[in-house]
């Protein structure tokens, strides 16, 4: 079975400040989605990360992923109001399209 | 492009009633469409997988004859709650993979089931 652990599930953090959500997968992948949710809402693509190394750059988001490591990040600069969501990683299955969603984080920015 | 739908967006039912939502994928063809389902606070879980033309497939823990899907055409695809109780309360998500093209994976924007 795939499992899929982001961690922290939530974090509180100041405007101005960094911090990292990390996401952690338990099956061989050569790619990783994120997505931002916002409440009562769908998912928003965020980055398809589609190899190991990969790094994709969005404003204030920056994603990687270490295929390797089994492990990717999403590194948050400089953190606004904005950016307060729940936040999803999710890995596909090998050569299937089935999608495995992380645990999520809430992030909450506070001004 | 690549615009998914779903209908109704929110929905309030009696228990013991069934409710049917729908899927489609508006510019688009999709063999493959999945349903998720997502509880307050949780994440997405995985239900099932349609398929057209052909009878979905159920992750385990799902009832089949509780969540009757039907993906009866290249961009439709329906959700069936029989039978429905207060625990199926929760928010539905749909998504459509564009045809031909492994992992490309597009969200529908949801609907709210609320059973009373």
């Known amino acids: 079975e795939l499992k899929v652990e982001q961690n922290p599930l939530f974090l509180s953090m100041q405007e101005g400040k960094n911090y990292t959500i990390y996401c952690n997968y338990s099956?061989?992948?050569?790619?990783l989605y994120w997505y931002r949710q916002d409440p009562g809402k769908s998912l928003e693509s965020l980055f398809v990360?589609?190899?190991?190394?990969a790094v994709k750059q969005e404003g204030r988001l920056m994603a990687s992923l270490d295929t390797k490591a089994r492990l990717s990040t999403l590194h948050i600069t400089a953190a606004v109001h904005d950016l307060s969501a729940t936040y999803f990683c999710?890995?596909?299955?090998?050569?299937?399209?089935?999608?495995?969603f992380g645990t999520g984080t809430s992030l909450t920015v506070i001004p | 492009g690549a615009v998914v739908s779903q209908h109704p967006s929110w929905v309030i039912c009696k228990s013991g009633t069934s409710v049917k939502i729908e899927c489609r994928s508006l510019d688009f063809q999709a063999t493959t469409m999945f349903w998720y389902r997502q509880f307050p606070k949780q994440s997405l879980m995985l239900m099932a997988t349609?398929?057209?033309?052909?009878?979905?497939?159920?992750e385990q823990g799902v009832e089949k004859d509780k969540f009757l899907i039907n993906h009866a055409s290249l961009t439709l695809s329906t959700l069936t709650v029989t039978s429905a109780h207060p625990e199926d309360s929760s928010f539905y998500i749909c998504s459509a993979v564009l045809a031909g093209v492994l992992h490309e994976q597009y969200f529908g924007p949801g609907t709210r089931l609320t059973v009373t």
């Open positions: 099956t061989t992948s050569d790619r």
């Open positions: 349609s398929n057209e033309g052909s009878k979905a497939t159920y």
């Open positions: 999710a890995v596909p299955l090998p050569l299937r399209n089935q999608f495995y």
């Open positions: 990360l589609l190899s190991n190394g």
